[in-house]
């Protein structure tokens, strides 16, 4: 008999990509520890409860004996249903909640599944560069190849179709979007989409919209549906988390809508993997979408106050940024001699205020620094006075 029990992790694991912010966490901690007093404004953590009334569904609901049992397999028609008065309301976008809703146990889960369930291995996706690092968890467990497109400042942080080459466009089966977008904070509009429709019609690309931010658009304008866009449901479909609107990160709960060959996609390889969120938490969720949506519009108020602070006091101190126009991220040029990562390294060494360096969200990152509206505005006042006192500027 062997002696040791050798344990071999699948070539499909070791393929997965290292989580680069793994050692921003890790760094935080042991400064943490340490007893200082960090100011952290690398994570993408919503720091607002979940509104009372969302919690208190959820309790009702799980004190209902009917939602111990196993949910229905693709998740309670309640929630599809409010998916699609949502959408309606939201976006004037017709929605049909059997076939064109997918219940998602958070947009994450959507995003990586997807991939496995429509790509072979080899197939090309196209991903944007800086985007959000857990794309490529989907790339590596289904084997894809992937082309980034980068995200240009000059092209307002859009992809420029133009520069993919025919056989990138012709070989690439799936394409990822993000607006507004996490790390930029740019925003597209409904022309940006139309356009995306055409480029996934002439070259038969489906279109997987990340719709995360979708509550977050700054100076009154509205972010715009992927949906909204003519014919865009014949070519793709948008992801929705109730993550950020409701803060409702840790329930783990979202949804994917459109078109109704890739719900089904996205439907079977769940059928295999789940049997769909707890129905108590579905219910919630159901009224989250649904109740009155004032808590969105405080909370939208308050990442404006938030991001006012950051733009007054960044140029108080002569750093030259640009305001985001959605989402709760602001893409900060990191100062002339600096890389992104010994630029966060320098904040974090001098002045205990954590940043996520751009390049985790890709080569085109390189140059910037991401930096949350998730902590209260004094703190980032305060965040940019230490800075201040490192006379960089
Ligand atoms: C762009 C983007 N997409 C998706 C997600 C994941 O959302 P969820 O909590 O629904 O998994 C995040 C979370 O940070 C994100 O930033």
Known sequence: MKEVFIIEYSDRLKSLPSQFFAALVKKVSAAIEEGRDVINLGQGNPDQPTPKHIVKALQDAAEDPKTHKYSAFRGIGELKRAANDFYKREYNVDI?????????????????????AMMNEGELMLLPDPGYPDYLSGVGLAGVKYVSMP??????????????????????????????????GATADLSFFEKTVEVAKENDIAIVHDFAYGALGFDGKKPVSYLQAKDAKEHGIEMYTLSKTYN??????????????????????????????????QKAAATALMDDQTCVDELLALYEERRQALITECSRIGWDIKAPKGSFFAWLPVPNGFTSEGFADFLLEKADVAVAAGNGFGTHGEGYA??????DKERIKEAISRIEKLEIF
């Open 370 to 375: 991401r930096v949350g509206l998730l902590v």
């Open 151 to 184: 995200l240009l400042e000059e092209n307002d942080f859009l992809p420029d179709y133009k520069q993919l080459t025919a056989e990138q466009k012709k070989n690439a089966k799936m394409m990822y979007l993000n607006y507004p977008n996490n790390p930029t």
């Open 96 to 116: 049909d909640p059997e076939k064109e809703v997918a219940i998602l146990f958070g947009a994450k889960a959507g995003l990586v599944e997807l991939p496995m």
């Open 248 to 281: 409702m990160a840790g329930w783990r709960v979202g949804f994917a809508v459109g078109n109704e060959k890739m719900i089904e996609a996205i439907n079977l390889i769940q059928d295999h993997m789940y049997v769909s969120l707890f129905p108590a938490v």
